[in-house]
């Protein structure tokens, strides 16, 4: 699944899709109802491809790691974000068993669950094409 337009917005719900820039923010589209709206340069806003997971080695993109949970679990995972924490542990340990038990918390691994039912569903893109249709450079 391809996260680089994903975006995460804090104190909203959910995901968004970036649509383009806007002339104090950028346009979104939200991912669970379609809605777009303009989000403001000053709310703090995160690509899903920059995020990491720590790890008790180096750490794990985030995109791996949902790589990772999709490989082992598919589209049915045996928690939600309201599992209790021991079982969300116990879920990630099972995908990435290094992840860094000190500093990974419970928050982080719900956030992870929630957004990953959400971008299951998304198609998948091949990386052979932008959304705006041009051929992106691969290497031959």
Not at 57 to 74: H, N, Y
Request: proline share 6%; no cysteine; net charge neutral.
């Amino acid at each position: 699944m391809n996260i680089e337009k994903i975006l995460s917005i804090s104190g909203k719900p959910g995901l968004y899709r970036l649509l383009s820039q806007a002339k104090n923010g950028v346009v979104i589209e939200s991912l669970t109802n379609g809605k777009r709206t303009v989000a403001n340069a000053s709310e703090r806003i995160s690509r899903l491809s920059e995020i990491s997971m720590f790890t008790t080695s180096e750490d794990k993109p985030l995109s791996e790691i949902l790589k990772l949970v999709k490989e082992k679990f598919g589209n049915e995972l045996p928690v939600s974000p309201k599992s209790d924490n021991k079982a969300l542990i116990e879920f990630l340990g099972q995908v990435v068993p290094d992840f860094d038990r000190e500093r990974v918390y419970p928050s982080d691994i719900k956030k992870l669950v929630s957004w990953y039912l959400i971008l299951k569903d998304l198609p998948e893109e091949t990386g052979e094409k932008t959304t705006e249709g041009n051929e992106k450079n691969t290497p031959h």
